[in-house]
C-alpha cells in the first residue's frame, strides 16, 4: 500500500459516501498496520487511492476509524498550527494551517452505528485535517502552499507572533 505525494489530482478530488462497510475492511485493517508503522496521527482513504469517506485519527493511544466523518460544530475560535502530511514528502516538512481549536464530529463506527466525539487543540486540528482530505482539500491547499522544514520550523513564541483569528472576534464581540 502506498500513500499518494502531493500534488497527485487524486488528493483534490471530494470522496463519496462509504455504502457497505465489510467491503472496506480489509483497507481499514491496512491503514491501521499503516499509521503505527509510520507513527502517523491520522490517515484518510484517499491517500491510499480510495475515494470513498472513511479514515483512521489518533485518538488517545489508539485510532478511530471515521465512516462518512463530518465536522457538525466548530467553535469561533481558530488557531495557527504547523501540521505535517504523509501525502507531502511523508510528513517530513510542515505548513502553516488556521484550524478551529474545537470540533464536534458525527460518523458512523465500524459496526455500522452513529456516533460523535469531540476534539480540542491538537485533536480538533487532527479531525480537520482528516476530513478535509476527504472534501478533496490538503495542507497545500489551505495553507497556501508555504512549506517550512522542520528546522526552520518556528518557536511558540514566533507563533504566538502570528496572531490569532479569535482576535478580531474580540473586537467585534466589544463592538456590539
Known amino acids: 500500500m502506498s500513500i499518494l505525494q502531493?500534488?497527485?489530482?487524486?488528493?483534490?478530488?471530494?470522496?463519496?459516501p462509504v455504502t457497505d462497510i465489510e467491503r472496506r475492511l480489509p483497507a481499514i485493517e491496512e491503514m491501521y498496520v499503516?499509521?503505527?508503522?509510520?507513527?502517523?496521527?491520522?490517515?484518510?482513504?484517499?491517500?491510499?487511492?480510495?475515494m470513498e469517506r472513511f479514515c483512521l485519527v489518533q485518538y488517545g493511544?489508539?485510532?478511530?476509524?471515521?465512516?462518512?466523518?463530518?465536522?457538525?460544530?466548530?467553535?469561533?475560535?481558530t488557531s495557527w498550527m504547523l501540521e505535517g502530511c504523509l501525502s507531502l514528502q511523508e510528513g517530513?516538512?510542515?505548513?502553516?494551517?488556521?484550524?478551529?481549536?474545537?470540533?464536534?464530529?458525527?460518523?458512523?463506527d465500524l459496526a455500522g452505528e452513529p456516533r460523535t466525539v469531540k476534539g480540542t487543540g491538537v485533536q480538533a486540528a487532527i479531525f480537520?485535517?482528516?476530513?478535509d482530505h476527504l472534501d478533496g482539500m490538503t495542507i497545500m491547499i489551505k495553507g497556501g502552499g508555504q512549506v517550512i522544514t522542520?528546522?526552520?520550523?518556528?518557536?511558540r513564541a514566533q507563533m504566538a507572533n502570528w496572531g490569532d483569528s479569535h482576535r478580531p472576534n474580540r473586537r467585534a464581540r466589544r463592538a456590539r
Open 150 to 155: 522542520p528546522a526552520a520550523a518556528p518557536t
Open 61 to 77: 493511544d489508539d485510532y478511530l476509524c471515521l465512516i462518512n466523518p463530518s465536522i457538525i460544530k466548530t467553535s469561533e475560535k
Open 34 to 50: 499503516l499509521v503505527r508503522a509510520k507513527r502517523a496521527r491520522g490517515l484518510a482513504a484517499v491517500q491510499i487511492g480510495i
Open 92 to 108: 517530513k516538512v510542515l505548513v502553516r494551517v488556521q484550524r478551529h481549536r474545537r470540533v464536534k464530529v458525527a460518523y458512523t
Open 128 to 131: 480537520q485535517h482528516e476530513i
Open 6 to 16: 502531493w500534488p497527485d489530482k487524486t488528493l483534490r478530488k471530494k470522496s463519496e
